[in-house]
């Protein structure tokens, strides 16, 4: 089994940054995509990005140019830089493995 542990919310005024980190754990071996969603109140999960074994990448509309999702293969850890972030950017964000393992989730508050 696969454990993932988010890390990097918290409040951030509108157009600023911040780094999402979510570090796996055990059977690290079967990952062959890890992604990041959002739920804000009152919404449905949705995808964020993910990445591929290889290396691509996958955007939802709304964050490609401001969003980018890297992976440090060493560190079992997938990050998620967001830029120019929006109050409509505010939700829990879950870091996913293999469409069927979630993280606790991380709080991303965009407010001034």
């Known amino acids: 089994q696969v454990q993932l542990v988010e890390s990097g919310g918290g409040l951030v005024q509108p157009g600023g940054s911040l780094r999402l980190s979510c570090v796996a754990s055990?059977?690290?071996?079967?990952?062959?995509?890890l992604g990041w969603y959002r739920q804000a109140p009152g919404k449905e999960r949705e995808l964020v990005a993910n990445?591929?074994?290889?290396?691509?990448?996958n955007y939802v509309d709304s964050v490609k140019g401001r969003f980018t999702i890297a992976e440090d293969v060493a560190k079992n850890t997938v990050y998620l830089q967001m830029s120019s972030l929006k109050p409509e950017d505010t939700a829990v964000y879950y870091c996913?493995?293999?469409?069927?393992?979630w993280g606790q989730g991380t709080q991303v508050t965009v407010s001034s």
């Open positions: 996913n493995a293999n469409w069927i393992t």
């Open positions: 055990g059977s690290v071996f079967t990952i062959n995509t």
């Open positions: 990445i591929l074994r290889g290396g691509s990448t």
